[in-house]
Structure formats: C-alpha cells, structure tokens
C-alpha cells in the first residue's frame, strides 16, 4: 500500500507537536515525559483522519491543524493511562518502554493530564483562522469524543468487562466508545474545520462510525496475530487480561469479515465526495488492512 499521502499528514502534524512541545515549561522532568511518548513515532492516524476529512469537503491542512494535534495529544494521554499497572499493566509501546515504566506512575498520569488539557488550550491558538463558531464547534466534537460518553466511558467498559462473559452488543458498545468516538470525533472536527455543514457532515458522520469500530477490530486481531516487533506495544496483551475483544467472541476470520464489512460501508458514505475523497478512502483501507 503507497502511504505516502499518510507521511504527508505525518510531517505536518509531527513539526507542529515538535515546535510546540518545544519551549521552556516550568517543570522540565514533566516536558520530557510528555515528548518520551508523544513524539515516539505513532501512526499519527487521528490527524490524519482530521486532515482528509478537511480536505474532503474542500478545507485545508492549515484549517485542521489545530484540532488534529489536539486529537494526538488526548490519544497519546490516553495510551500513557491505558499502559498503566491499574489497566492493562504494559510495558512497552510505540517501540519503547512505556510512560511509567520510565518517569514513574505519578509523572505518567500528570503527564496524560496535561496532554489532555494542553490540547484544549491549543485549540485556542489565536493564529487558527477559521470563523469563531466553527472553532467553538470543534471543541464540542473533540471534548465529546474524549469524555464521559466517549473514549473514557469505553475505557470504563473495559475495564468492568475483563474475565467476563459478554455478548456482542456489550462488545460492539466498548469498541465504538474506547476507540470508535475518539476516531469519529477526528473526522468530525476536521471535517467541521474545513467547513462540513448538513449532508456533508452526515457522510463524515457514518464513515467515522464504520471506520472507528473497524479500527479497534483490526487492533484486536493484530493483538494475536502480529509481534511484538512488528506492533512496537507487546503482543498478546488482551489474552493476558482477559479482555472483551472481537477474536475471542467471534474467532479471527469472522473478525476480518466484520472489519471488512465495515469497510465497504466507510467507502460508500464517501462516494458523493468523489476524488476529494480519496485520502479518506485510502485511509479507511490503511485501517483495516496494516499490519501493524
Ligand atoms: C492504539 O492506537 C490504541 C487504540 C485505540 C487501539 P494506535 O494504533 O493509533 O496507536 P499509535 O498512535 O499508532 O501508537
Ligand atoms: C485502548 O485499547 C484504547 C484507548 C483508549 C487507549 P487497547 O488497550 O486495545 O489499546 P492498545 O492495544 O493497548 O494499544
Ligand atoms: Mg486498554
Ligand atoms: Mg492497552
Ligand atoms: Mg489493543
């Protein structure tokens, strides 16, 4: 698969982080735990997601910019927490030993705090030239993906469901919500920072939903089918905590299908855009098809 569209969104994106995570912060052992695990190299889908959905509906880079660092920045919080002994308990990610694993629990957790309330306040930047309405919007979109009906609520769910016995609509409502919501809220506020509005946010809206559920299925399959090496983050986690995961309710084919399925759906809803969409149909199939 040609990922170059991919590394163009992933230069873009990594220089803004790079610069911004750059200055002289009042407590430096924070600064460098903050830039150990958010500037170590991950696949910089959310942005991604931001950008081509900007571009999709006739925006630019320029006006995703923000909320696509945003979104890097309350993804990055929330594997630090997710990585920590009282959830899943790993030790390596993004090729590296993990945020506590290195600075501690304590820095580990203020560092995914100040990761998410850092990108609230960039999301401010008064350099960010979109029309004042639009921005309070992209708040809305990226606080409501994030938070207590969102990633957080899955992370919870979860949680309350490892070692249990679930069924798939228990499963269907951790995925759409721990991954899903944060994924969606990427289309979502890029597509609203490059001017989505009506039948155009509603396609952005049924691709993000069918292309957020397909991720975390593709993660789960990797989780048993990839090594360590290969995923950067240790393989075969979710048989250790016994967690809720696709594979282990429906096996690894059926799960493939489902992912694939979700696919097909993910690339109709985009059809009406035509070539504007290509980057976001090339990023759907990335999704499910990468091997790691
Ligand atoms: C991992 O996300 C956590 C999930 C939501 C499955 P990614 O697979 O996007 O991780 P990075 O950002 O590339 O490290
Ligand atoms: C995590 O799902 C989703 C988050 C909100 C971080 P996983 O626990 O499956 O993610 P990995 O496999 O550790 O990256
Ligand atoms: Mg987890
Ligand atoms: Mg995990
Ligand atoms: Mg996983």
Redesign the pocket.
């Given at each position: 698969m040609n990922l170059d569209f991919l590394n163009r969104y992933k230069e873009v994106v990594d220089r803004a982080l790079q610069v911004y995570f750059n200055e002289t912060f009042i407590a430096p052992r924070l600064l460098e735990a903050i830039r150990y695990s958010l500037l170590a190299g991950g696949k910089r889908v959310r942005p991604a997601l931001a950008f081509a959905a900007s571009e999709a509906v006739g925006g630019t880079l320029e006006d995703a910019l923000p909320p696509a660092c945003a979104l890097e920045m309350i993804h990055t919080y929330?594997?630090i927490h997710?990585?920590l002994p009282a959830m899943?308990d790993?030790d390596l990610r993004r090729g590296r030993l993990t945020n506590h694993k290195v600075f501690g629990d304590a820095m580990a957790i203020l560092a995914g705090d100040a990761l998410l309330t850092q990108a609230f306040h960039y999301l401010t930047k008064p350099d960010w030239k979109i029309p004042a309405e639009r921005k309070i919007e992209v708040l809305r979109i990226i606080a409501h993906g994030s938070g207590i009906d969102g990633?957080v609520a899955?992370?919870v769910l979860?949680l309350e469901n490892e070692g249990k016995i679930f069924d798939e609509q228990t499963l269907e409502r951790i995925h759409t919500h721990?991954?899903g919501k944060?994924l969606l809220a990427s289309v979502l506020a890029g597509g609203k920072a490059g001017g989505a509005e009506g039948l155009n946010f509603e396609k952005l809206m049924a691709y993000g939903k069918s292309i957020g559920l397909a991720f975390?299925i593709a993660?789960?399959v990797l989780?048993l089918t990839a090594t360590t090496e290969q995923l950067g983050?240790d393989s075969k986690?979710?048989l250790k905590k016994k967690?809720a995961t696709y594979p282990s309710l429906l096996g690894i084919e059926k799960s493939r299908q489902k992912a694939k399925a979700l696919l097909e759906e993910a690339l109709e809803a985009i059809l009406p855009f035509g070539p504007k969409g290509d980057p976001l149909a090339l990023l759907a199939r990335y999704i499910v098809e990468r091997h790691a």
């Amino acid at each position: 698969m040609n990922l170059d569209f991919l590394n163009r969104y992933k230069e873009v994106v990594d220089r803004a982080l790079q610069v911004y995570f750059n200055e002289t912060f009042i407590a430096p052992r924070l600064l460098e735990a903050i830039r150990y695990s958010l500037l170590a190299g991950g696949k910089r889908v959310r942005p991604a997601l931001a950008f081509a959905a900007s571009e999709a509906v006739g925006g630019t880079l320029e006006d995703a910019l923000p909320p696509a660092c945003a979104l890097e920045m309350i993804h990055t919080y929330s594997l630090i927490h997710d990585d920590l002994p009282a959830m899943d308990d790993d030790d390596l990610r993004r090729g590296r030993l993990t945020n506590h694993k290195v600075f501690g629990d304590a820095m580990a957790i203020l560092a995914g705090d100040a990761l998410l309330t850092q990108a609230f306040h960039y999301l401010t930047k008064p350099d960010w030239k979109i029309p004042a309405e639009r921005k309070i919007e992209v708040l809305r979109i990226i606080a409501h993906g994030s938070g207590i009906d969102g990633m957080v609520a899955g992370q919870v769910l979860d949680l309350e469901n490892e070692g249990k016995i679930f069924d798939e609509q228990t499963l269907e409502r951790i995925h759409t919500h721990k991954t899903g919501k944060l994924l969606l809220a990427s289309v979502l506020a890029g597509g609203k920072a490059g001017g989505a509005e009506g039948l155009n946010f509603e396609k952005l809206m049924a691709y993000g939903k069918s292309i957020g559920l397909a991720f975390q299925i593709a993660d789960d399959v990797l989780d048993l089918t990839a090594t360590t090496e290969q995923l950067g983050k240790d393989s075969k986690s979710d048989l250790k905590k016994k967690k809720a995961t696709y594979p282990s309710l429906l096996g690894i084919e059926k799960s493939r299908q489902k992912a694939k399925a979700l696919l097909e759906e993910a690339l109709e809803a985009i059809l009406p855009f035509g070539p504007k969409g290509d980057p976001l149909a090339l990023l759907a199939r990335y999704i499910v098809e990468r091997h790691a």
